[in-house]
């Protein structure tokens, strides 16, 4: 839900949590490596984009947001809405916002919803 979140921003270079105690609560493991059953590193979710805006509208809306632009607000703050994508887990369903370059991956905590 709105304002509830811990939100996050990136400022040089950084990632920087607002509203928690260490950064680690906000973003948890992601972008953390791990070995997976192959051996190969797994470095982020199995992210899917969603197909085009108004799904992702729609999508923050069951959520109880205007729309996509305020829910990535909701985390990277205004300033930083237009550097992120919004997407989700198709292992979890967990709703992610991710960098335009795909090195930032910011967990919401929200699950896609069908």
Sequence with gaps: PPGKAAKAIKTGGKVVAQGVKKVGDAIGN????????????????????Y???????????????????????DYVTKRYVSKYDMKY???????YLESKDGKIQIPTGLINKK
């Design 30 to 49: 992601v972008g953390k490596k791990s070995k997976g059953k192959s051996g190969s590193s797994v470095t982020k979710p199995s992210n899917k984009p």
């Design 51 to 73: 197909k085009n805006n108004a799904e992702a509208n729609k999508q923050a809306q069951k959520h109880g947001y205007k729309d996509a632009h305020e829910l990535k607000a």
């Design 89 to 95: 887990d198709t292992k979890t369903g967990e709703i």
